[in-house]
């Protein structure tokens, strides 16, 4: 399993489990175009709208925090299964809610199964993956994920296009932003099909002890390789007879976490301390905010999601030839560049009558150019590469473990991003939030540059060995 002459057994099983990519991306774009629809359907605060946004993220946070362990227990694919059912359970129940608290609930569902499916899918297709494409494959998520957040925004503008208003009623009575949401059904029952179709990860089985199992697995992921050589070899990288377990995250001598563990937390916080989610959840309040139309707001998620989605591309050609490091340098730069530039216009925009930012027509096309060349730089860089070094850069026997730690972290960051933006836009003005977002692109250049080992080219028992 160590050519590119393998991609083809390969490909089927990691494009599978990028549909839980997809489906994250699609449950995290979906309520971009709803924020307004949901105020007005529930009577909610702006407090209260802001929590209804980022809920879902705290079910982010326990459904990562938890699918390290159950993919250890259980297998990645036997949880994958069940990410799939909570991603429909959540899509269905989002568009029928009544009111904010039930509306909360099945977002916790989803964002579950999303926090589930973003540890699990890159761990997944890391373990399957030949070493010398392993970040082409591990990046399919990434692509899936930018995908399913253009698919969102894309079926949102439709909608809103077809019925006249967010808010409008529509087909059978229901409004359109009910609609929005029940698109997701058809991705997450294609994802539950596609689980029946690919193996398990041979690695899960070897820590599972059903060496049997994997050597089979292994011979429909690699036919014709020497299936008993690479099962010993990953046998030979894990504590014999030990199963996986939260305590091996820690140094038995100095008893403290290991650094790469610490460095798998912190890059895992500072993908989001740079508030790109900032773009995705609240693209539409945010353009409104500097004085675009609803309509045109949306247009612009659009194009943002179309430039994201090429950006990752991008980055899968060049990930496995120039590196993980030089990628996330590059986009470090750049991000801090463009988000300096969005903070320098929006602090100098003119304020409204109304209390909105009034931007002139050069300064308000100076800020879609920096926010989308800001999108560019994190679609090359930090948006995959960070999913790819959580699936490869842990050794076998902390994989699941830390992949938990990680995801936690992650979904903590992304949620405190998340909820104070509202309140960054009340207090200091989007050119102030902006300003912040360019400090952390700032640092996790530096970061990178000291802390982050380069993993191109390695296979993961290598790692594993150090």
């Known amino acids: 399993m160590r050519s590119e002459t393998s991609l083809r057994p390969v490909l089927l099983p990691a494009c599978v489990a990028a549909i839980g990519g997809f489906l994250f991306g699609f449950d995290s774009g979906v309520i971009n175009g709803a924020v307004g629809a949901l105020s007005a359907a529930f009577g909610s605060s702006a407090a209260v709208t802001g929590f209804n946004v980022a809920s879902m993220l705290l079910g982010c946070a326990a459904g990562a925090f938890l699918a390290g362990r159950a993919s250890d227990a259980f297998g990645r694919r036997s949880a994958l299964f069940g990410a799939a059912f909570l991603f429909a359970i959540s899509a269905w129940g989002s568009g029928i809610a009544g009111g904010s608290i039930e509306f909360v609930i099945y977002r916790l569902i989803g964002g579950f199964a999303v926090g589930a499916a973003s540890i699990i899918c890159p761990a997944y297709i890391a373990e399957i993956a030949p070493a010398a494409i392993r970040g082409r494959l ?98 030979l990288s894990l504590d014999s007879g030990k199963k996986p377990a939260f305590r091996d995250l820690w140094d038995s001598v100095s008893r403290r976490l290991h650094p790469v563990v610490w460095v798998g937390i912190i890059i895992a916080a500072l993908q989001q301390l740079v508030g790109i989610n900032v773009v995705f959840y609240y ?120 992949l938990s730690l990680a995801g936690l972290v992650q979904w903590a960051a992304n949620f405190a991003v998340t909820i104070t933006f509202p309140l960054l836009l009340a207090g200091i003005g989007l050119g102030g939030a902006y300003g912040i977002y360019a400090v952390f692109a700032a640092f996790s250049a530096w970061y990178a540059w000291k802390f982050v080992r380069e993993t191109k080219g390695r296979t993961l028992e290598q790692m594993s060995n150090g």
């Open 283 to 402: 693209g539409e309040v945010l353009w409104r905010a500097a004085g675009f139309s609803v309509t045109d707001a949306l247009k612009i998620n659009v194009i943002g999601g179309i430039i994201n989605i090429t950006a990752t591309l991008v980055a899968i050609a060049l990930i496995d030839r120039i590196g993980r490091k030089p990628l996330l340098l590059i986009g470090s730069i750049g991000m801090a560049v463009f988000l300096g530039v969005l903070a320098a216009v929006f602090s100098g925009a003119a304020t409204g009558a109304d209390g909105s930012l009034v931007l002139d027509s050069n300064h308000g096309t100076i800020a879609l150019v920096a926010a989308n060349l800001y999108i560019v730089c994190f679609g090359i860089s930090w948006g995959p590469v960070m999913w790819v070094l959580l699936g490869e850069m842990f050794p076998n026997r902390l994989r699941g473990a830390a």
């Open 138 to 235: 591990a990046t399919l998520q990434q692509l899936a994920i930018v995908l399913g957040l253009f698919a969102a925004f894309l079926s949102n503008f439709i909608i809103a296009r077809l019925a006249g208003g967010t808010s409008t009623v529509w087909l059978f009575g229901y409004q359109a932003w009910q609609w929005m949401f029940w698109v997701e059904l058809i991705p997450s029952v294609a994802f539950f099909l596609g689980l029946l179709l690919i193996p398990e990860s041979p690695r899960y089985l070897v820590t599972a002890g059903r060496h049997a199992d994997a050597i089979r697995a292994h011979a429909r992921l690699a036919p014709g390789a020497d299936g008993q050589a690479h099962i010993a070899e990953i046998s």
